[in-house]
Each structure stands twice: as C-alpha cells, then as structure tokens.
C-alpha cells in the first residue's frame, strides 16, 4: 500500500523522506506512437521467440542456472572476455543498484554528470548516501565533461556514455583519463552503446575499479524481458557477486538473451536502422527550427525553437497519441527527449511537428 510522505510508515528515516524513480509511461493503447522510454522500434531477432518456444515445463519447474551460465558464456564470446568477467543481471538497473549498495553507505557521495538517468540520485538516496550532480557544460548544443572531473572525491561515479538524454558522447581518451585518476569505483552506463561508435570495453581489462553496465533492452529489443549485464575484472564481479539474489534472471529470460546476443548479425543491422532514422530525425528536427546535439544513441534531444513551451508541444503530440519524454528537470525544462521509431512512426512524429509548428507559431 502506498503511504504518503509523513504517514509514519515502519522505514526507516531516509527512506521516509526520499522520492522513488518515476518510469516513462506505458500505455495500454497499443495505437500509440511510442517514442518515450529508448525501446527499440524493431522486434527481437527470430531466434528469441523460438528459443522461448523451446523452454519445457521441466525447466519451469526447476530453479535457473544461478549465473544464467549460458547467456555468461555467449556474452564473454561476443566480447572477447572470460565468463567470469560478465555479470547477468535483471535489466542494467539492477546492476546498478548492486554497485551502488556495494560501494555507498550513509553519508558517502555517489557522483554522476547530470543532466544524466534519473535513478543515479535516487540509487544514492536508498542508501542514505550524498548525491552528487556535476554539471555538464553545454554550450549551443556542445555536452562537455568538466575537466579533472576524475579527481572527484567519491565513493561511486557513474557516467553514462552515450548520454542520456543528451545522446553526446564522451570520447575514449577522456574516459581514460578519468579512469586513470578516480579512486573510487567508476561505472559507465553503456546501456545506448550499441548505437554509438565506440565502446570503453578496450578499458577493462586495465582498470579494476571500472564496471561496465549493457542492456539488451535497448540494442537487442528485449525490453519487456528484463536483462542487462556487467563487465568487470573477475575479482570486482565476484564482489558483486555476493549481494545479489540467488537468482536474478529466470529461465525464459536468460533463453531469450542468450538467442538474442548470439544473433549479432541481426542485430547489427538493426542498429544500422536505426542509426539511418536518427541521421534523418535530426535533420528534420533541426530544419523545423529545433537545437539538437549530435545523438549516438537511439533517441533525440530536441530544443524547442526560443519562446515556445516544451511542456505544451509535449501535450499537444499526446493529444494526437505520440508520446515523447518531458522532463520537469533543471536545464531539461525546454526540451524534449524523442525515441527513434520505425521510419513510418517518424514520419508521421515529423509531419505531426510541422502541423503543431504551424498552430503554434503567432502569425507575423
Ligand atoms: C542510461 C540508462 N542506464 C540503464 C538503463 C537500464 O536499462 P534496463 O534496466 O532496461 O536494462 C536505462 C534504461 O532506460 C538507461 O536509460
């Protein structure tokens, strides 16, 4: 039962006192043009429905491999890594809650580059931790990294990269160096990597306190199934290894992201989709009179043109049954974050903004 604040409900005082992660919203109109949440427009490749087809009621009945042993082995094949390197979890958020409750205890600070993913202060807050926002730069539509941003003092620093909901991307030497410098458990969140054109998994193998987080929910159109992974050294994992349910990925899932992530063909040309839309949404988008930053991801943020209301475009595409991302955040406030949908979702996303543009725009 949900008590409001003040209810004096048996938690303890942090817990009281802080607000939850609040999801993107998830229709039951399935005529919804949903470009809210980063799913992926396409459909898992067509090994993961028949492997699924495949479990038996046997396997149902018993307990999964603990380690989701065969999703471990495919992974650290695609990866060029040991097993004991990849980390299953229950959707990438899962992993980050267990680094977050590995390494931050009360009062320690957890720091991350915001605008970022709005669980990180809500992960520090579950532990009575500090969050910690810095800044991002951003100038036009330029997201830079504050220098020395490695000499942080903190007990976690968590980075997304691509960036969320920004799409900029952080280059490698960058990451390096703030690798090189931090002395505290450094994760970065590669759910939207798949998109983008590098990968810090080059990193791993040379810093210990660097954790990697995947998600097959973007890359891999898994999102309704809830698996992500980490990819660490073998001792850091083992650490991780220790506060985590005994079984956290069920069988029909560790089936379906296992066919998913040996499928690498098909989802590669999934991404090459995708990647073609983006180019396309941006260029519509910025013809349309909005600011958007270079995206590697699988999403858009979009500025709205000076003096229109962000909140007020993202209403009226709602009253037309396209759903974006508002986010009432500072310095997000006049902006809206746009999945990439399939080419006849954005399409009909671009036609229904020059329409909105028109009604919107006073007459001279
Ligand atoms: C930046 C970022 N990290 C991690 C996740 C977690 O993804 P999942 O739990 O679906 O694997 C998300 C999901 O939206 C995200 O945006």
């Known amino acids: 039962m949900y008590n409001p604040p003040g209810m004096n409900a048996p938690v303890r005082k942090h817990i009281e006192l802080m607000h939850g992660y609040t999801p993107g919203e998830q229709p039951t109109d399935v005529a919804v043009i949903k470009l809210n949440t980063n799913e992926n427009p396409y459909p898992p490749s067509p090994r993961v429905l028949s492997a699924i087809g495949n479990i038996t009621a046997e ?3 018993r307990y999964p491999s603990p380690d989701a042993r065969d999703f471990r082995r495919a ?22 809650a267990l680094v977050v409750r590995a390494c931050a205890g009360e009062n320690d600070r957890v720091a991350y580059l915001d605008p970022g993913y709005s669980l990180y202060p809500v992960l520090a807050n579950m ?33 997304v990269n691509p960036n969320a909901p920004s799409g900029t991307l952080i280059d490698l030497a960058t990451l390096e160096d703030i690798a090189r410098r931090f002395s505290g458990l450094l994760l970065i969140d590669e759910a939207y990597v798949d998109f983008a054109p590098i990968s810090a998994i080059s990193l791993v193998a040379r810093f210990p306190r660097l954790v990697l987080l995947r998600s097959m929910s973007k890359g891999y159109g898994l999102a309704g199934m809830r698996f992500g992974y980490g990819i660490a050294q073998a001792p850091l994992i083992a650490e991780l290894y ?53 995206s590697h991801s699988n999403f858009v943020l979009a500025q709205v043109p000076a003096g229109m209301d ?49 009604g919107m725009t006073p007459p001279d």
Request: charged content about 20%; hydrophobic content about 45%; proline content about 6%.
């Open 59 to 61: 396997q149902l009945r």
């Open 75 to 96: 992974a650290a094949a695609v990866h060029h890594v040991e097993p004991e390197m990849i980390m299953p979890t229950n959707g990438g958020d899962e992993l980050l």
């Open 127 to 159: 532990q009575a931790a500090k969050p910690i926002p810095v800044d991002y730069e951003i100038s036009s539509q330029e997201w830079r990294v504050p220098k020395n941003l490695g000499d942080i003092d903190a007990a976690v620093l968590l980075i």
């Open 242 to 294: 220790k506060i985590r349910d005994s079984y956290p990925c069920d069988v029909i899932a560790i089936a379906a992201a296992t066919a998913a992530i040996s499928d690498q063909a098909y989802a590669k040309a999934v991404w090459q989709k995708v990647i073609e839309q983006r180019q396309w949404m941006t260029g519509q988008l910025t013809a349309l009179g909005f600011g958007v930053p270079e």
């Open 310 to 358: 962000a909140a007020l475009w993202y209403e009226q595409l709602k009253a037309r049954r396209i759903l974006v991302r508002y986010f009432n955040l500072p310095r997000l406030t006049d902006k809206l974050r746009i999945t990439i949908g399939t080419p006849q979702q954005n399409e009909i996303f671009i036609q229904t903004m020059a329409e909105l543009k028109t």
